[in-house]
């Protein structure tokens, strides 16, 4: 079972967690061992996001590409870059100042599997939609997939 705390949280929120908490040691701590981890959540992008945009979304979007003629297009590492361009998403360069890096700034958006998992799931979701709308695609759920802890 997992507990989360959010910073974000109400006094009345926490109290209703720790209230949880206290009842699963309550009925638990003599009767079987387990083990209690404390840990930070992670917003980093997930394995299952990864796999599903490149083994999922872009290989559909390979394939709808190749099928309309579009044969520049030879992996999915190559839509990749195909999309961030349609979807008008860049990578913004870092530059050196003085011995210390600095990004520069520009006004698009950006996308990095360094940033958090709700980027990287609203950049799939444009993905997705832009395929089909613009090739017509019906590119199945990550959760038919079997990716689970997708977002």
Not at 24 to 32: G, R, T
Not at 38 to 55: A, E, S, V, W
Not at 124 to 135: G, P, Q
């Amino acid at each position: 079972m997992d507990l989360f705390f959010y910073k974000t949280h109400t006094k009345l929120q926490n109290k209703k967690i720790l209230d949880t908490l206290r009842n699963i040691l309550k009925h638990n701590l003599y009767k079987k061992d387990f083990c209690l981890k404390i840990r930070d959540i992670k917003k980093d992008p997930t394995n299952p996001q990864k796999k599903y945009l490149f083994g999922i979304v872009y290989k559909h979007i390979l394939d709808g590409l190749i099928e309309l003629g579009n044969d520049d297009y030879k992996n999915t590492e190559d839509v990749h870059y195909f999309m961030k361009y349609q979807l008008k998403y860049y990578e913004i360069p870092e530059i050196k100042l003085k011995d210390k890096k600095k990004h520069a700034s520009f006004k698009f958006k950006t996308i990095s599997f360094k940033g958090n998992k709700k980027e990287v799931t609203l950049y799939i979701d444009e993905c997705i939609r832009w395929a089909s709308l613009n090739l017509g695609l019906d590119i199945p759920e990550p959760v038919n997939q079997g990716y689970k802890n997708y977002k």
